[in-house]
């Protein structure tokens, strides 16, 4: 496995970093967050070091998602939450903080507080949304600009 000897998440995953192991496969780790939003949120890593999303192997990413879906599952059900949010910020403005790819499961309750920073509204401007709709789907094209695919 890939670690990085300066990262939390390694240090948690390789037991040197004290954490609340809820979780464990092959490939994923799964603790409670320190900082929790709602009772019950915790964060799902792949063991295998990778940054972001951006950077993380698919076989990773795929193991890491399907472990919150399952743990998401379990949270509902033990928790009696209402629903479940899953949430990876990539990137410093994006609100990343922990510098290892990770996937929050947050449990959510009807009458808890946490407000995320963004909520669906009446809808942005038809015309720009269209036109960025056409320049990512002309990048993600064969041939198209985009160097990250």
């Known amino acids: 496995m890939s670690t990085d000897s300066d990262c939390l998440f390694?240090?948690?995953?390789?037991?040197?970093?004290?954490?609340?192991?809820?979780?464990?496969?092959?490939?994923?780790?799964?603790?409670?967050?320190?900082?929790?939003?709602?009772?019950g949120h915790l964060l799902v890593v792949p063991k295998r070091h990778s940054a972001d999303l951006l950077e993380i192997d698919p076989a990773d990413l795929s193991a890491v998602t399907l472990a919150a879906q399952r743990i998401a599952a379990v949270a509902r059900a033990e928790l009696g939450a209402d629903g479940v949010n899953l949430l990876n910020c990539c990137g410093a403005d994006a609100w990343q903080t922990v510098f290892h790819f990770h996937l929050h499961v947050i449990p959510r309750y009807a009458d808890d507080t946490m407000t995320p920073p963004w909520r669906p509204g009446a809808g942005g401007d038809a015309d720009a949304v269209r036109a960025t709709g056409a320049r990512l789907a002309a990048a993600l094209e064969p041939g198209g600009s985009s160097s990250e695919r």
């Not at 954490?19 to 929790?36: H, K, L, Q, S, W």
């Open 10 to 39: 390694c240090g948690i995953v390789a037991g040197d970093v004290p954490g609340t192991r809820v979780a464990e496969d092959e490939a994923t780790y799964a603790f409670m967050d320190i900082n929790p939003a709602t009772p």
